[in-house]
Nanobody, 124 residues
């Protein structure tokens, strides 16, 4: 079992930055693809970013390309999401996920473990 805990959420103004962290416990991240999803108010959960198990390949959803960066530090069992130039529409609960499914998957079904989420609120 892998337990995931997200931190770093908060309230910011449009144009500012935040860095989310997701730490794993229970077992190592090694060998797992990692991803971030988000759920805006009254909307379905959606894919944000993913990084493969070696950290060599990343993929981002179109709305966040050029603004968000995903990275991982397996020595710390932590995955990060650097969010720059935040927009009002980035307001959501952000979830990290881990899985051994296809690399670069944007499908929730391909991830086995999920955190509890952290709230990001961007004021315009």
């Amino acid at each position: 079992q892998v337990q995931l805990v997200e931190t770093g959420g908060g309230v910011v103004q449009a144009g500012e930055s935040l860095k989310l962290s997701c730490a794993a416990s229970g077992r190592t991240f090694s060998g797992y693809g990692l991803a971030w999803f988000r759920q805006p108010p009254e909307k379905d959960r959606e894919f944000v970013s993913t990084i493969n198990w070696t950290g060599s390949r990343t993929r981002h959803a179109d709305p966040v390309k050029g603004r968000f960066t995903i990275s991982r530090d397996d020595a710390k069992n932590t995955v990060y999401l650097q969010m720059n130039d935040l927009k009002f529409e980035d307001t959501a609960v952000y979830y990290c996920a881990a899985g051994r499914g296809p690399h670069g998957s944007s499908e929730m079904k391909d991830y086995d473990y999920w955190g509890q989420g952290t709230q990001v609120t961007v004021s315009s």
